[in-house]
């Protein structure tokens, strides 16, 4: 298994602000320092890290933890073919990274665009008038 | 008998012109008018309605003495004598008279389905009949057409029709959600569904809209149980957008109405199903099985439709700032998803987001 969990309850506090004061040596422009940025608020704000490269495949847990869904949802997307997985061992299932992410970019834009229906509902219901006849 | 009660809108703008109990009802009416106008010449659409005519009680529960008494003539309560104003027929003209008001009703089939107010006027002293001599001269001379419902009546008609048909569409929505999250709990484990729901239409043609399914399993929680429900919707493929949006929020909402308490996946090899999952106690599940079994929903339990705004929700700040600006989406350190407002601070926050806001502070 070469992806690993990083629960945020084993990192210390000191050891957050080691890896903050390295991030703010990088130029503002940086990936490296938006990637760490980003490792740093998710350890303080108490959220697990799960850390794979791009090749590499997650378990249903860490693909749940990382959609903010439970695993029976996440199971229930698997059998619907939303989301490719392989299976190894006897029946255990493994997700691609790099699907995951696609998956993931696709889910949080339709998130996106459900909170602005949301917040638009009034207009939406009014326009629905329109394709009634 | 019992009939649709119907104002012409020139009867209600031009002919009753004061004694109004609500004056900005009247205001309101006029404005209202004008759209139509703007509808009936092709230049707006039905849409452009909408809000004012929720904002509003029927034509006929309109704030006029005229119009009270006309609706309760019609009504269908009582035995009211019935006077023709002067023999005139084809179509017949009901008297209506209430203090200084006189106006004239017609439920003639020329005038389309229920019964119309069509004119209306005050009595002036010192004769009774001022109002009904100069109406009977005016269809003589002129002909009953120029009082009878027109164009701009039947805009209004047609997209009050809609409204009624969308609500009582949201309603029966409410009401197979409930009855799918009933037979659900009771089969843990295993998928209610498909229902296949329609799109509301003026016609009786039926468009497929989207296929609806329930899933319900129990998740211990300490000494008590909790149930993951999971609300599954497949859009057909001529479904409308708007109307996939609306069928969710109104389930949704049906079951729970908190929309932070919900969590939306992509479903399906195509992408375009949905499923959306949130966490029930019993007390969900009791309220199905009620409606379920008495098969309508309670009173208070109409028209519901997701609560905003039930907690506040935290941000990364970066991300607020922007979001508070374009109005945009942001998502909430709890993971919930939202346009943020700026009445938040007199709201409870959200557990999970105060929990990751403090360790962000520190």
Same mark, same amino acid.
């Given at each position: 298994?070469?992806?690993?969990? +990083?629960?945020?309850?084993?990192?210390?506090?000191?050891?957050?602000?080691?890896?903050?004061?390295?991030?703010?040596?990088?130029?503002?422009?940086?990936?490296?320092?938006?990637?760490?940025?980003?490792?740093?608020?998710? @350890?303080?704000?108490?959220?697990?890290?799960?850390?794979?490269?791009?090749?590499?495949? @997650?378990?249903?847990?860490?693909?749940?933890?990382?959609?903010?869904?439970?695993?029976?949802?996440?199971?229930?997307?698997?059998?619907?073919?939303?989301?490719?997985?392989?299976?190894?061992?006897?029946?255990?299932?493994?997700?691609?990274?790099?699907?995951?992410?696609?998956?993931?970019?696709? +889910?949080?834009?339709?998130?996106?665009?459900?909170?602005?229906?949301?917040?638009?509902?009034?207009?939406?219901?009014?326009?629905?008038?329109?394709?009634?006849? | 008998?019992?009939?649709?009660?119907?104002?012409?809108?020139?009867?209600?703008?031009?002919?009753?012109?004061?004694?109004?109990?609500?004056?900005? *009802?009247?205001?309101?009416?006029?404005?209202?008018?004008?759209?139509?106008?703007?509808?009936?010449?092709?230049?707006?659409?039905?849409?452009?309605?909408?809000?004012?005519?929720?904002?509003?009680?029927?034509?006929?529960?309109?704030?006029?003495?005229?119009?009270?008494?006309?609706?309760?003539?019609?009504?269908?309560?009582?035995?009211?004598?019935?006077?023709?104003?002067?023999?005139?027929?084809?179509?017949?003209?009901?008297?209506?008279?209430?203090?200084?008001?006189?106006?004239?009703?017609?439920?003639?089939?020329?005038?389309?389905?229920?019964?119309?107010?069509?004119?209306?006027?005050?009595?002036?002293?010192?004769?009774?009949?001022?109002?009904?001599?100069?109406?009977?001269?005016?269809?003589?001379?002129?002909?009953?057409?120029?009082?009878?419902?027109?164009?701009?009546?039947?805009?209004?008609?047609?997209? =009050?029709?809609?409204?009624?048909?969308?609500?009582?569409?949201?309603? *029966?929505?409410?009401?197979?959600?409930?009855?799918?999250?009933?037979?659900?709990?009771?089969?843990?484990?295993?998928?209610?569904?498909?229902?296949?729901?329609?799109?509301?239409?003026?016609?009786?043609?039926?468009?497929?809209?989207?296929?609806?399914?329930?899933?319900?399993?129990?998740?211990?929680?300490?000494?008590?149980?909790?149930?993951?429900?999971?609300?599954?919707?497949?859009?057909?493929?001529?479904?409308?957008?708007?109307?996939?949006? *609306?069928?969710?929020?109104?389930?949704?909402?049906?079951?729970?109405?908190?929309?932070? =308490?919900?969590?939306?996946?992509?479903?399906?090899?195509?992408?375009?199903?949905?499923?959306? =999952? /949130?966490?029930?106690?019993?007390?969900?599940?009791?309220?199905?099985? *009620?409606?379920?079994?008495?098969?309508?929903?309670?009173?208070?339990?109409?028209?519901?439709?997701?609560?905003?705004?039930?907690?506040?929700?935290?941000?990364?700040?970066?991300?607020?700032?922007?979001?508070?600006?374009?109005?945009?989406?942001?998502?909430?350190?709890?993971?919930?998803?939202?346009?943020?407002? /700026?009445?938040?601070?007199?709201?409870?926050?959200?557990? =999970?987001?105060?929990?990751?806001?403090?360790?962000?502070?520190?």
């Amino acid at each position: 298994m070469t992806t690993q969990t +990083l629960p945020a309850a084993s990192v210390p506090a000191t050891e957050i602000e080691h890896l903050e004061t390295f991030q703010k040596t990088l130029p503002t422009a940086s990936t490296l320092r938006h990637a760490l940025s980003k490792i740093t608020d998710d @350890l303080k704000s108490g959220s697990d890290l799960v850390v794979a490269s791009g090749e590499e495949t @997650l378990t249903p847990s860490q693909a749940a933890k990382i959609l903010g869904i439970s695993r029976g949802h996440l199971y229930k997307v698997l059998d619907s073919g939303a989301l490719a997985f392989d299976i190894v061992g006897e029946r255990d299932r493994r997700i691609n990274h790099a699907d995951l992410v696609d998956y993931q970019t696709r +889910l949080q834009r339709a998130r996106a665009e459900q909170a602005r229906d949301l917040a638009h509902r009034d207009s939406i219901e009014d326009e629905l008038l329109d394709h009634m006849d | 008998m019992n009939m649709r009660r119907r104002v012409t809108l020139r009867c209600l703008v031009d002919d009753l012109d004061t004694d109004w109990s609500d004056e900005g *009802q009247h205001r309101f009416i006029v404005s209202l008018r004008q759209k139509v106008a703007d509808v009936v010449a092709g230049d707006a659409k039905d849409s452009s309605l909408g809000r004012d005519l929720r904002a509003l009680p029927g034509m006929n529960l309109l704030a006029h003495p005229l119009v009270t008494h006309f609706e309760n003539q019609f009504a269908g309560v009582g035995d009211h004598q019935r006077e023709n104003i002067g023999n005139l027929s084809d179509p017949h003209w009901w008297k209506q008279k209430t203090g200084r008001w006189r106006g004239a009703a017609s439920d003639h089939s020329r005038l389309g389905d229920g019964v119309w107010l069509c004119a209306g006027g005050r009595r002036t002293a010192g004769s009774n009949d001022d109002f009904y001599a100069v109406f009977k001269s005016n269809v003589l001379s002129y002909g009953p057409e120029g009082y009878f419902p027109a164009a701009e009546d039947a805009v209004l008609l047609r997209a =009050e029709n809609k409204i009624h048909l969308l609500d009582a569409w949201k309603l *029966q929505l409410q009401l197979v959600a409930n009855v799918l999250l009933a037979d659900a709990a009771s089969h843990p484990g295993t998928t209610i569904g498909p229902v296949e729901i329609t799109t509301p239409n003026l016609s009786s043609r039926e468009d497929a809209l989207a296929g609806l399914s329930v899933c319900v399993e129990e998740m211990p929680a300490g000494d008590d149980v909790m149930y993951a429900c999971l609300v599954i919707v497949e859009p057909s493929m001529s479904a409308n957008r708007l109307f996939v949006t *609306q069928l969710i929020e109104t389930v949704t909402a049906a079951i729970q109405v908190d929309p932070a =308490e919900w969590r939306m996946a992509l479903h399906g090899p195509e992408g375009r199903a949905t499923s959306h =999952e /949130a966490a029930l106690d019993r007390s969900h599940l009791d309220r199905a099985r *009620q409606i379920r079994q008495a098969g309508q929903l309670e009173e208070d339990e109409e028209a519901r439709s997701l609560t905003l705004g039930v907690n506040a929700h935290y941000s990364r700040r970066e991300r607020l700032t922007d979001a508070s600006v374009a109005g945009s989406p942001v998502e909430a350190i709890c993971g919930y998803w939202f346009v943020p407002t /700026a009445d938040h601070e007199t709201r409870d926050v959200c557990a =999970e987001c105060h929990e990751g806001h403090e360790a962000l502070a520190t």
